[in-house]
């Protein structure tokens, strides 16, 4: 079974501009969710993803945005970035099983780098 | 707001058992979890103990958990090379697929 899939693998940008990351979960697991990686603040919870609805989010401004497609493909934007957008990003899926148990597998992550 | 916390940096002879703490905050926390990530990668899920268990044992990890003292320990036996990453202890009370993480231990095992 493949595993989760993020594209691309390193990005470079400059501030102002936006930025789209893409997330294939693992087959079967409808639930997406991202997280922003940074050695100053540690991973970071962004938002979750279920059925195209977004079931949760975290502090983060309205900059970051994401969306679900139909076939549990998820993207994430960054619009107009700062240099504090400099991050590993990592997306993780789950079956999203109820009971709150929930196994999360995550991608290699997608290395932004804003200059 | 929830909170985790971790040692920073855990150094071990190959061989020895590598013993990582974590502390966390929220009462509420239902599933707590150790991820691994070594180098240039994601985050790879070792283990996790449901909130009512005190012990759980796969392979050459041990999971304690002190849920009066809010405190998730991660015993790893015959600690290899192999092993040197960073260790990340997770909880899950935010509901779905919400992890408040800590920020991690380095482990390093020299042979």
Redesign the interface.
């Known amino acids: 079974k493949a595993g989760?899939t993020?594209t691309p693998r390193y990005l470079i940008k400059t501030r102002g501009q936006q930025v789209t990351l893409s997330c294939s979960p693992i087959s079967g697991h409808r639930?997406v969710?991202w997280?922003q990686q940074t050695p100053g603040q540690?991973?970071q919870?962004l938002f979750?993803y279920?059925s195209e609805t977004q079931?949760?989010k975290?502090n983060f401004p309205g900059r970051f945005s994401g969306r679900q497609f139909s076939n549990s493909r998820s993207e994430m934007n960054v619009s107009t970035l700062e240099l504090g957008d400099s991050a590993l990003y990592?997306c993780?899926s789950?079956l999203?099983l109820t009971g709150?148990?929930?196994?999360?597998?995550?991608?290699?992550?997608t290395q932004l780098s804003v200059l | 707001g929830e909170d985790v916390e971790q040692s920073l940096f855990l150094s071990v002879r190959e061989g020895d058992s590598s013993v990582i703490n974590c502390t966390y905050t929220d009462s509420s926390s239902t599933y707590l979890y150790w991820y691994k990530q070594e180098p240039g990668a994601g985050l790879q899920l070792l283990t996790y103990i449901f909130s009512n268990m005190d012990m759980k044992q796969d392979q050459r990890l041990t999971v304690l958990l002190n849920k009066k003292d809010k405190h998730l320990s991660l015993r790893i036996a015959d600690t290899q090379t192999g092993d040197s990453a960073i260790y990340f202890c997770a909880e899950s009370s935010g509901g779905y697929s919400t992890l408040t993480f800590g920020k991690g231990t380095m482990l390093l095992v020299s042979p």
Do not use: T
Not at chain 1, 100 to 109: A, P, Q, T, Y
């Open positions: 989760v993020q639930s969710s997280y540690g991973l919870f979750e279920f079931r949760n975290g990592l993780a789950s999203s709150g148990r929930e196994k999360l597998f995550f991608g290699s992550g």
